[in-house]
């Protein structure tokens, strides 16, 4: 009997792809992966690898929600790709909850030296609320949470329809904003799970058909509609500064004793399939086995033996991964562009590995090839907007902005970015 097709397996429309819902795009079809809090075992990376390279272009990426993407899917092998990761472990038991198991966790969770509390185990309880309870599977396929455990490795800056944040005395909870926002109150112990499955139910509730997050309701409704009868404390602000790049590449001290997490990141988020098969392996060979996704593109490997990170850094140098926070291509981000995507005003990846050969040392950029932002949901210290193929307008970040922050200039070309860019910061 052949595999189901994976329309015929689709539960509801959606443009976002998805591992069942396999969309269309420019250089083929695009098929995501979600990964519960980013974690990947070597034997699943090379299911992938395989599936990407027999079905589909062997390009993968890797997202800012911590989960991979297979490009180029053959309209004639979509259902073969699809049965294999499912033969692998990749998908929900209930094929209708694959869209909402968007769980961002940091990729140092119960590792990280700086975290309060180690929430993996919360973590698994909603996922498993989302995959189990079949209302909230008509959630927005975008619709996402964020667990924050004190990580000094979490993503800060990323906004999310639903929070909670570790503190001594337990989690605390926002709504469409991130860990670094002033949270609405404390959960009583022992509810976190109680309080988010009455929130969200609360959410689809309220909300019209127009009304897919929780920003767009919150706009509409009082914030205490969704808050009654959730019993939350009183509790103060907690500021928190965003990770930096040195704390995601390289190797870095666990809160176990003699081992190492390693972090590398492949140029612009972009990994030939046979290079992630090669990952697995090494994590196999050094370390758990496992390998973590990260909300920057990147890539984690835990649990490796202070003896072995060495012979590890240059393993994944030679594969062209970056694990420098000083090289250029640690700081620069970009979307698909134009070579895949048919909104895309210009090859932002292209220009971003010819903008590395003159970016000025320390500065950040995200290249976007259209309004919507798809590789940065956050704004970036500059952003390089695309107008036309090889021409961009310049912004800088500035949080009472909307979009990509102030615009300083337009129309430039790659020469002329480069020379705003190696302005000093008070007249870029």
């Not at 209302?135 to 000094?152: V, W």
């Not at 969704?226 to 930096?244: F, I, V, Y």
């Not at 926070?325 to 895949?340: M, N």
């Not at 919507?372 to 307008?393: E, I, N």
């Amino acid at each position: 009997m052949n595999p189901p097709s994976p329309s015929a397996l689709v539960p509801r429309p959606s443009a976002c792809p998805g591992l069942l819902r396999i969309v269309p795009a420019r250089d083929g079809g695009l098929c995501r992966v979600k990964l519960p809090g980013g974690r990947l075992t070597s034997a699943q990376a090379r299911a992938i690898a395989a599936a990407s390279a027999r079905w589909a272009s062997g390009v993968l990426e890797l997202t800012n929600r911590a989960n991979l993407q297979l490009r180029g899917v053959r309209q004639d092998g979509a259902a073969a790709l699809v049965a294999e990761l499912q033969a692998a472990g990749l998908g929900p038991a209930d094929p209708a909850a694959d869209d909402v198991r968007n769980l961002l966790l940091s990729p140092s969770a119960g590792r990280d030296p700086q975290q309060l509390r180690d929430v993996r185990p919360l973590a698994a309880e909603l996922l498993a609320l989302l995959e189990g309870d079949r209302r909230l599977h008509g959630l927005s396929a975008k619709f996402a949470l964020q667990l924050d455990g004190g990580e000094a490795l979490a993503r800060l800056d990323h906004p999310h329809d639903v929070w909670l944040s570790a503190r001594a005395e337990g989690y605390v909870l926002g709504l469409a904003g991130t860990p670094a926002d002033a949270p609405l109150g404390l959960i009583p112990a022992g509810r976190e799970v109680a309080t988010v499955a009455t929130l969200l139910h609360r959410f689809l509730d309220l909300a019209d058909p127009e009304q897919s997050r929780m920003r767009q309701l919150l706009a509409q409704r009082p914030v205490e509609e969704l808050l009654a009868g959730l019993g939350l404390l009183p509790t103060k602000s907690h500021p928190r500064a965003p990770a930096e790049i040195a704390g995601r590449l390289g190797s870095h001290p666990q809160r176990q004793s003699g081992l190492f997490w390693i972090g590398a990141q492949p140029a612009l988020g972009r990994l030939p399939a046979k290079s992630l098969a090669t990952v697995a392996d090494l994590a196999e060979h050094h370390g758990n086995g496992d390998l973590h996704l990260t909300p920057w593109q990147g890539l984690l490997l835990p649990d490796v033996p202070v003896d072995q990170a060495s012979e590890l850094l240059a393993a994944l140098k030679l594969l062209d991964l970056t694990t420098d926070p000083a090289a250029p291509l640690a700081r620069l981000v970009a979307c698909t562009g134009s070579q895949g995507c048919a909104k895309g005003r210009a090859d932002t990846k292209g220009d971003a590995l010819r903008l590395a050969e003159r970016l000025p040392a320390g500065v950040e950029v995200h290249l976007s090839g259209c309004p919507r932002s798809c590789a940065l949901a956050g704004q970036a210290p500059h952003t390089l907007l695309a107008m036309a193929p090889g021409r961009y307008d310049l912004f800088v970040r500035d949080a009472t902005q909307p979009g990509p922050g102030r615009r300083r200039a337009t129309h430039l070309s790659l020469d002329e970015a480069a020379a705003w860019l190696a302005r000093s910061p008070s007249d870029a």
